[in-house]
Each structure stands twice: as structure tokens, then as C-alpha cells.
């Protein structure tokens, strides 16, 4: 057989994959419709590890490498599970015939909330600056919106955010008010002003990025301002998901966001600019880049496609965040100073301490 024959042989078990993947996504909507008349759960990680040990044991059977059977069979089940929990948030809304203002709603996270709340059949307005279209009615400022919404959400850098907080207290706004700010201490004083003026207010933290669209095994921080009727309400808006709730301090938030975001983020800042000063071309290190490399250089070039403003509030703001990168230093110092003596014996000991911490807390 000729290698044109051979193509369209492949050509033609590519489509008939397609065709199945698409029958598996027609019986996936009925489970979901299923699950949602019964009241049973979205996720079931038992019914998962069984269609997963199916596979590998399928796939062995058949001399398929299992590796690749289990990686095309997540996706299907991530892609299964997106479509169940957007499926349930819909139908299980309660955002019907109430309005919703997204501050700051042309921002990436401004964005997703917009996406999200308007999934919930939010009525959704925007106020933003920016003059780029979306599909929401839209004001520039939002200072001259009435405020006569259910739900205003702050999504601003987090100056700005503290500004507009402290200014709507001045408004008192009757609906709930929440902020999606990284940092919450720099926030405290907007927070005290709103309480004392009577708002329904609280904050939370989506521990993701805006391009998420399945909240499975994500994080959500709710931050109690004073006022827990208002924490209770904005927990309700990820009831349908299977994002996991957090509840934490304003201060615990901000110590803990040090090392998660703080930490991480010098980390890879430190990366990137060690490579920079090099002098070396990415190109030509990738071409002898080890599994480690290539991982690391990964999340660096996402963190550096970041907003830099964004990033330098986190690390300046932070009251607890000077903690972390004297840690940072510290023990870059270590490192450097157990090699320039040969310390072989620290070397392992520090790796050895290090496996144990991440084994113990893992």
C-alpha cells in the first residue's frame, strides 16, 4: 500500500474519532441534565479511576502506550466535567432578573467574572476605561452608574481598587460588594469605611488565571470584612461549581500570599533575569535543555508575560511580604556558599531536608 493510500486510511480513523468524540460529548450532556433532576454530585472521582484503570488496562491489552491513552482519556473527562459544571451553574442560577457591576470588567479577571456571573443569568454592565467593545452595555466611569445593582465587583489594581471601595462607602450602594484583589491588608481601611457606613460588603480571591474554565480543584478565598451575611451571599455564587471554598483572615490572606504569590513570583523573576544577564540565547540552551529547564523556563515566560504593575503591588504592598524574599535570598546564599566550599555532606543534607519537608506537606 502506498503512502498516499496509507494517509487516507489515517485520514479516515481520524474522523471517525472525531465522530465518537462527539456521540461521547451528545451522552455527556444527558448526564448532566441527569444529574442535575437527581441532585447527584458533578464529580465522581471513583467513577473516574475506574474508566482510567479501564483504559490502561485496555490500552496495555492492545500494545497501545498507556501514557497516551490516559492523556487523550483526562482530556475527554476534563472536557466532560467543564461541560457538567457550566451545564449546572446555568441551571441552578440564581443571578435571573438581577444586575450585576463589573468595575474594572474589561481587565482579564474583570473579564472572567463578567463571563461567569452573566452564566448565572446576571444582568451584567461593565465600567471601564477602555474602549474596546464587549458584549455587555458598558460606561466608562463608574462613578456615574446609579448603583442600583444586586452585585458590584471591584477588579481593579489594587490602589485603584482601595479608592473606589473607600469612595463607595461614601455611596452606600444597597446590593453586595465584593473585590477579587491579590492583597487584602492594603485594602483594610476602604473595608472599615464600608462596614461603618452600613454596605453589604465582603472580598474574595480566585486563586486562578482568567483563562480557567473548569473550576474543579481550584481555590476561591472568601476574606470576612465584618460583615458574614455579605460572605455567605458571595459563597452562594460558586455554589453550582465544584471550585473549593477557603475561608481565611484579611491578615492570614496577606502572610500566606507572600509565599504563594510572592515567593513564586520572585523566584521565577530571578530566573529570567539570571538568564537575561547571561548573555545566553534561549534557543540555543533549549537546544540541550534538560526536563527541569524546560519546565521552569515555561513559568517563567508566562509570569514574564504578565502585567508588571500587577506583580510589583503584590510584592510592595504586602506587609508580610519582605519575609519571604529574605528567605529567597537566604537561601540562594546557602546554596552558593555550600558549593564554593564543597560542602558535599550540607549539599545532601539540604536536599534531604528539603524531600522530607515536601513528602511530610505534600
Known amino acids: 500500500m502506498g503512502l498516499d493510500e496509507l494517509r487516507q486510511r489515517l485520514s479516515a480513523v481520524d474522523a471517525e474519532l472525531i465522530k465518537l468524540i462527539g456521540e461521547r460529548q451528545s451522552i455527556v450532556a444527558e448526564v448532566s441534565a441527569h444529574k442535575i433532576e437527581t441532585g447527584t454530585a458533578t464529580r465522581d472521582f471513583g467513577r473516574e479511576a475506574d474508566i482510567l484503570r479501564r483504559v490502561q488496562q485496555q490500552s496495555s491489552e492492545l500494545g497501545i502506550d498507556p501514557d497516551i491513552a490516559l492523556g487523550i482519556m483526562r482530556l475527554l473527562i476534563r472536557s466532560s466535567l467543564t461541560h457538567q459544571e457550566q451545564t449546572r451553574v446555568a441551571a441552578e442560577s440564581s443571578g435571573a432578573g438581577h444586575r450585576a457591576l463589573v468595575i474594572g470588567g474589561a481587565g482579564k479577571m474583570g473579564r472572567w467574572l463578567s463571563h461567569f456571573l452573566a452564566s448565572q443569568k446576571f444582568e451584567i454592565e461593565i465600567a471601564d476605561p477602555s474602549q474596546e467593545e464587549l458584549p455587555y452595555s458598558q460606561i466608562g466611569d463608574w462613578r456615574k452608574s446609579s448603583l442600583e445593582h444586586d ?212
Not at 470584612?225 to 475561608?247: H, I, K, N, Q, Y
Not at 490572606?253 to 547571561?278: K, Q
Open 151 to 362: 452585585l458590584i465587583v471591584v477588579a481593579a489594581p489594587i490602589k485603584v481598587t482601595a479608592k473606589i471601595l473607600a469612595e463607595l462607602a461614601d455611596r452606600q450602594p444597597g446590593g453586595l460588594i465584593m473585590d477579587v484583589g491579590s492583597l487584602k491588608t492594603p485594602l483594610k481601611g476602604s473595608f472599615d469605611r464600608l462596614v461603618a457606613a452600613g454596605c453589604n460588603v465582603t472580598s474574595i480571591h480566585p486563586m486562578f488565571g482568567p483563562e480557567t474554565r473548569l473550576l474543579s480543584e481550584r481555590h476561591v478565598i472568601f476574606v470576612d470584612v465584618g460583615v458574614p451575611a455579605a460572605t455567605v451571599e458571595a459563597r452562594g455564587l460558586f455554589e453550582s461549581t465544584m471550585v473549593e471554598c477557603v475561608d481565611m483572615s484579611l491578615e492570614e490572606h496577606d502572610r500566606l500570599i507572600g509565599y504563594v504569590l510572592g515567593l513564586s513570583h520572585a523566584l521565577n523573576l530571578a530566573f529570567f533575569t539570571a538568564l537575561a544577564a547571561s548573555g545566553e540565547l534561549v534557543p540555543h540552551l533549549k537546544r540541550l535543555s534538560s526536563t527541569t529547564f524546560d519546565a521552569q523556563l515555561d513559568i517563567a515566560s508566562r509570569v514574564a508575560g504578565e502585567n508588571p504593575h500587577l506583580y510589583y503591588e503584590i510584592q510592595v504592598l504586602n506587609e508580610y511580604g519582605k519575609a519571604p524574599l529574605d528567605a529567597l535570598v537566604n537561601a540562594t546564599e546557602h546554596v552558593r556558599d555550600l558549593i564554593a566550599r564543597g560542602d558535599e555532606k550540607g549539599f545532601v543534607a539540604l536536599m534531604e531536608e528539603g524531600r522530607q519537608y515536601l513528602e511530610l506537606n505534600g
